[in-house]
């Protein structure tokens, strides 16, 4: 048996559900010869209470970091962690994170990274949902020609919340309550989260060189007069919708709210559910739908990519250049 040492850099939301997986799938990696030692938690408020183990190596100063074969990044932001995780990768060490935000905005650092297979990010996008992957791997023989999908769910459960009558406000604030919405929820309300997410779709589909700006991207924070309403009267939802097309200038990337008849999948009931639909020459429509926020869904996998760079898996590679 090995002893493989782990860093964990976070333990909010999701970074609880992370400790309590990789306690409850212990066999997992025992069954890999692997034997998990937790180097450090790394956290910002060692009072704030927290619902994990008490032995559990919490703590405010990063030391550990440089010790850790591995390191789990699930504390979001951008600078602070990519910070953390450079002379990581700059050793040629898998990270696994969750920070979609760090992932779309920092690419241009990241990227070799990438496409060296060192970086598992499959929960950045529809969490415990698995699409990264099969993207990545399985789906490569085709070529998508046409991606949409409902990305954010604290979006996803605000609209549906306020179909059955209830205010934007307090919906928002149920969101934050279940551990849907980022820690600055204008992240989740204005599209920009789902924007994130579009682009790291888009450089395992379209373009490895996809950037942020050329998402065009609107939110649920700020919809027209009368849109819901109207919607709503129509026998409509509301769905924040993020698409991915081709047209004879290139690759159209946009996030926006967008009215949708009742019987949509789209629509199909479930708080934090997102779902992505794509065409594809070779693969046909395929159609992925599940729950995609939360502590221990996003842990979900979040360990199962752990799993795979224990077990020497590369991580999400996007699209080679020029392919
Ligand atoms: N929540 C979800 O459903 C999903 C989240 N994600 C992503 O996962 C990541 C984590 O999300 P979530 O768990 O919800 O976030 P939380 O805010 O619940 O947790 C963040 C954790 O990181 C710690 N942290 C934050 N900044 C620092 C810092 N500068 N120094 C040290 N510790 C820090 C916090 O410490 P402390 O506890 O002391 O405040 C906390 O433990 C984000 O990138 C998010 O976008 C992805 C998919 C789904
Ligand atoms: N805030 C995000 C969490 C998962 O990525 C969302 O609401 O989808």
New binding site residues.
């Given amino acids: 048996m090995r002893t493989l040492r782990l860093g964990l850099l976070g333990c909010g939301t999701v970074g609880s559900g992370v400790v309590q997986l990789i306690h409850q799938r212990a066999e997992r990696f025992r069954a890999l010869g692997i034997q998990i030692e937790l180097m450090g938690v790394l956290v910002r408020d060692l009072q704030r209470p927290r619902a994990v183990q008490p032995d559990l190596p919490l703590t405010t100063d990063a030391s550990f970091v440089p010790d850790c074969e591995v390191l789990v990044e699930v504390m979001g932001g951008v600078e602070r962690p990519l910070a953390l995780c450079r002379d990581h990768l700059l050793a040629g060490k898998p990270l696994v994170s969750?920070n979609?935000a760090m992932l779309a905005e920092r690419w241009s650092e990241l990227r070799p990274y990438a496409e060296r297979g060192q970086l598992h990010y499959e929960?950045?996008?529809?969490?415990g949902t698995p699409v990264l992957g099969p993207l990545s791997t399985t789906l490569r023989a085709s070529r998508v020609t046409h991606l949409e999908a409902l990305?954010?769910?604290?979006?996803?459960?605000i609209l549906g919340r306020m179909e059955a009558g209830e205010d934007y406000l307090i919906a928002l604030r149920e969101?934050q309550h279940l551990g849907?919405?980022?820690e600055d929820?204008t992240?989740?309300v204005s599209g920009v989260?789902?924007a994130q997410?579009l682009v790291i779709l888009a450089r395992l589909v379209a373009d490895p060189a996809f950037g942020l700006g050329q998402v065009q991207c609107e939110g649920i924070d700020a919809l027209p007069a009368g849109f819901f309403a109207e919607a709503h009267k129509a026998g409509e939802r509301v769905r924040l919708v993020a698409e991915l097309t081709q047209d004879v200038c290139g690759w159209q990337a946009r996030v926006s709210p967008r009215r949708l008849p009742a019987t949509h999948p789209f629509c199909a009931p479930g708080a934090?559910r997102?779902a992505l639909r794509l065409q594809g020459e070779g693969c046909g429509e395929l159609y992925f739908a599940g729950a995609?926020?939360g502590g221990l869904v996003?842990a979900s996998a979040v360990v199962g990519d752990l799993l795979s760079a224990v077990s020497g898996v590369p991580g999400h590679r996007p699209l080679p250049t020029g392919a």
């Fill in positions: 969750a979609k929960a950045s996008v529809m969490a990305l954010n769910a604290t979006c996803t459960f969101a849907y919405a980022e929820p992240l989740d989260d789902a997410k934090g997102n995609s926020a996003t």
